[in-house]
């Protein structure tokens, strides 16, 4: 069963930084890829980054330049650095072994990120 845990999402000014962690359990990462998605309160779950198996990795317009995605897959975890936060930011950011919004999978929880000041 695969089991995907989000962690590291917090306050912070804007300007700041945070690093997201998508830690999976019964699923081996290195042949998937990666998606990393935000909900905001309101919204429709949007694609922030799509990081493929073998690394090559595509970025919403709204995050290029600010965000990166990552992974260790001998910890089987995946990672979002975020740089350069906007208040437009602020969402509950989820992981999924899939580059498609309707994955029909189970979510994590995921973890809220929010931008003030």
């Known amino acids: 069963q695969v089991q995907l845990v989000e962690s590291g999402g917090g306050l912070v000014q804007p300007g700041g930084s945070l690093r997201l962690s998508c830690t999976v359990a019964g699923w081996t990462l290195a042949s998937y890829a990666i998606g990393w998605f935000r909900q905001a309160p309101g919204k429709e779950r949007e694609r922030v980054s799509c990081e493929g198996s073998d690394g090559n990795t595509r970025y919403a317009d709204s995050v290029k330049g600010r965000f990166t995605s990552s992974r260790d897959n001998a910890k089987n975890t995946a990672y979002l650095q975020m740089n350069s936060l906007k208040p437009e930011d602020t969402a509950v950011y989820f992981c999924?072994?899939?580059?498609?919004?309707?994955?029909?999978?189970?979510w994590g929880q995921g973890t809220q990120v929010s931008v003030s000041s």
């Open positions: 999924a072994p899939s580059c498609r919004s309707s994955w029909p999978g189970s």
